[in-house]
């Protein structure tokens, strides 16, 4: 499972669009495939609306992952970094996470598409303390409106989970 976490507006919806180049994803369809050259197949759960409950979010996780237990698929879904004991705060959600028995890479987008922001030191804290199951990897190229940067962006999160797939391929035959 493949986790695109970061700030509100950091472009976690716009890189998950630019890796499959696709705008709409059917969580519920058949598994689809990053491009041409890969064999490996992935179902992508949607971000919810913005400013969606916590609770939403979970249940359509569970129920993604329920419909399709049986597939030889990858997960990839996206998840604000939000930690304010509020109805929007995705600790029961790393919760689901760390309870799981998937392999889990959590893909930190810490600048921002919308703005000069990058993630703090204590939400960078915070995110390692929540997780318990599963690998925190960086992408913190600058990216600021610039579709240049994005691109390289897209192009390193997209080499990341090549390798990891190709590792687990390897280690599995």
């Not at 359509?60 to 930690?83: C, E, G, M």
């Not at 929007?88 to 799981?100: A, E, G, M």
């Not at 913190?140 to 962006?153: A, N, P």
Request: include cysteine.
């Amino acid at each position: 499972m493949f986790v695109v976490v970061g700030n509100p507006h950091s472009g976690k919806t716009r890189t998950i669009q630019h890796l499959f180049q696709r705008k709409q994803f059917y969580a519920f369809k058949q598994p689809i495939k990053l491009d041409a050259g890969w064999l490996e197949k992935f179902i992508v759960i949607n971000a919810p609306p913005p400013y969606a409950v916590t609770e939403d979010h979970l249940q359509r996780i569970k129920s993604v992952i329920q419909y399709h237990h049986a597939a030889d698929t990858s997960f990839l879904l996206n998840l604000s970094l939000i930690f304010d004991s509020s109805m929007l705060d995705v600790k029961k959600i790393f919760t689901y996470f760390n309870q799981s028995a998937f392999e889990i890479y959590y893909l930190v987008l810490t600048s921002s598409w919308l703005d000069k922001k990058i993630i703090c030191p204590a939400m960078l804290t915070q995110l390692e303390l929540q997780v318990k199951n599963g690998s925190i990897h960086m992408f913190d190229r600058l990216i600021t409106q610039s579709e240049l940067r994005f691109r390289e962006r897209v192009e390193e999160v997209k080499e990341f989970i090549r390798k990891i797939l190709d590792g687990r391929s390897e280690t599995t035959l």
